[in-house]
């Protein structure tokens, strides 16, 4: 239930990341298009990698709090959102 709803936010946060960067660069409607799209792909799927990643690369000790790990998951999940977006963004800002 909670990665449920973790991934609708930050597909949310990408999406507003997307509208954003439509409306502060003036796009036609294509360009909402395309810059919603890259956002949300580029957000979920960066989004979804980034806590693995995290995981196996720090191992903590058996005595660490599990909420503790939690958090981590939780942060590294919405910090690959907000970067996986920008990146996105970035490239497809490129090839205009």
Do not use: E, Q
């Amino acid at each position: 239930m909670m990665t449920i709803t973790l991934l609708l936010a930050g597909a949310a946060l990408a999406a507003a990341m997307g509208l954003y960067d439509a409306y502060a660069n003036k796009r036609g409607v294509f360009g909402w298009i395309v810059s919603i799209a890259a956002s949300v792909v580029g957000g979920v799927t960066v989004g979804m990698m980034l806590p693995m990643l995290a995981m196996t690369a720090w191992n903590p000790p058996k005595s660490t709090d599990p909420t503790l790990i939690m958090v981590v998951g939780l942060a590294s999940v919405l910090v690959g959102v907000i970067a996986g977006s920008s990146i996105a963004l970035w490239i497809v800002n490129r090839f205009r």
